[in-house]
């Protein structure tokens, strides 16, 4: 017989998410694919070989499970219950990348608390400027 996993327990395994209890809200919401088909059961089997649809922060993760694992180990461990099949693209995430889309502006690291003046400037920049 193959292998198998609650859905909610390998999640939380893999360390998509930081409690149980969250992987079993997001199935409860219907938000989780198994290859292809919509989950809502908390204990739907997942095994080697399945193909999970998830939405993670702002971004759907695609993941293949490679292993079921037996127990929440670290996250090298983690990284080898799964393989990511996002392009590559959409897996470089970095603070720079999301700061710049929502059009932050960026200070230098260790330059302080901004002033008054640099609120101002930031503010401008923004496009918020009072009249």
């Known amino acids: 017989m193959t292998e198998s996993r609650r859905v909610d327990q390998w999640l939380w ?3 998509f998410f930081k409690t149980r209890t969250l992987a079993a809200k997001t199935l409860e919401a219907g ?6 088909e919509r989950v809502s059961k908390i204990g739907q089997a997942v095994r080697a ?3 999970l649809t998830f939405p993670q922060g702002r971004r759907v993760r695609v993941i293949q499970v490679c292993g079921i694992g037996t127990r929440r180990g670290p996250a090298p461990e983690a990284a080898t219950l799964y393989l990511d099949l996002a392009p590559p693209e959409d897996r470089a995430t970095t603070t720079e990348k999301a700061s710049s889309d929502l059009g932050v502006p960026q200070r230098e690291p260790g330059s302080g608390r901004p002033t008054k003046a640099d609120r101002r400037a930031m503010d401008r920049i923004r496009g918020a400027e009072k009249p």
């Open 13 to 15: 395994y893999a360390r």
């Open 31 to 36: 938000k989780v694919r198994i290859n292809g």
């Open 49 to 51: 070989d399945d193909v």
